[in-house]
T-cell receptor
Framework: AQSVTQPDIHITVSEGASLELRCNYS??????LFWYVQSPGQGLQLLLK??????LVQGIKGFEAEFKRSQSSFNLRKPSVHWSDAAEYFC??????????FGAGTRLTVKP | GAGVSQSPSNKVTEKGKDVELRCDPI?????LYWYRQSLGQGLEFLIY????????KSGLPSDRFSAERTGGSVSTLTIQRTQQEDSAVYLCASHKSRDSYNEQFFGPGTRLTVL
């Protein structure tokens, strides 16, 4: 069955530390993959997306994600976290937009 | 407006009542989606509209849920005879076309509480 899994429900990192949020997908072929961020009281905002080509994707706000076919993963990374990065992060995948599957989300807390 | 708007932002209702949630997509966006976000859950796909095509209703959880889109723009999600398990944030999103790699733009959501 098509699915996207985010194994970590909640992650806490110190400000300035590096960050990696995990995402695994389960599809017959490579889906289009996305990372969205939802700040408190805000709508979801697209951070980055992957659908072909270079497996390392750069996004907004200093985020990047690497697609690894061998691991069926699309992990989100940031080298140095800022307090404003505290939010809920969602990984999503689709073959066509009428079947977008979202993970359960990872809540990021940033310690001062 | 510049973004997707939803109304109301919050709705409290009593069990058994009907509710209507509204979504105004970005002007010119032909595709519109409804999702449900329950506490601690990911986004659950509900329904998808694309232009004048028949909507994809495969995500609607029961026949108490329905949605329509008038004039290819505004959409209304209706929940009849609400139940406590319907309590969630209902999100609307739109994008330009049916191309899969287009970014979906999300509204701020409607928080529904069923007492």
């Amino acid at each position: 069955a098509q699915s996207v899994t985010q194994p970590d429900i909640h992650i806490t990192v110190s400000e300035g530390a590096s960050l990696e949020l995990r995402c695994n997908y389960s599809y017959g072929a490579t889906p289009y993959l996305f990372w969205y961020v939802q700040s408190p009281g805000q709508g979801l905002q697209l951070l980055l997306k992957y659908f072909s080509g270079d497996t390392l994707v750069q996004g907004i706000k200093g985020f990047e994600a690497e697609f690894k076919r061998s691991q069926s993963s699309f992990n989100l990374r940031k080298p140095s976290v800022h307090w404003s990065d505290a939010a809920e992060y969602f990984c999503a995948g689709t073959y066509n937009n009428n079947d977008m599957r979202f993970g359960a989300g990872t809540r990021l807390t940033v310690k001062p | 407006g510049a973004g997707v708007s939803q109304s109301p932002s919050n709705k409290v209702t009593e069990k058994g009542k009907d509710v209507e949630l509204r979504c105004d997509p970005i002007s010119g966006h032909t595709a519109l989606y409804w999702y449900r976000q329950s506490l601690g859950q990911g986004l659950e796909f509900l329904i998808y509209f694309q232009g004048n095509s028949a909507p994809d209703k495969s995500g609607l959880p029961s026949d108490r849920f329905s949605a329509e889109r008038t004039g290819g723009s505004v959409s209304t999600l209706t929940i009849q005879r609400t139940q406590q398990e319907d309590s969630a944030v209902y999100l609307c999103a739109s994008h330009k076309s049916r191309d899969s790699y287009n970014e979906q733009f999300f509204g701020p959501g409607t928080r529904l509480t069923v007492l």
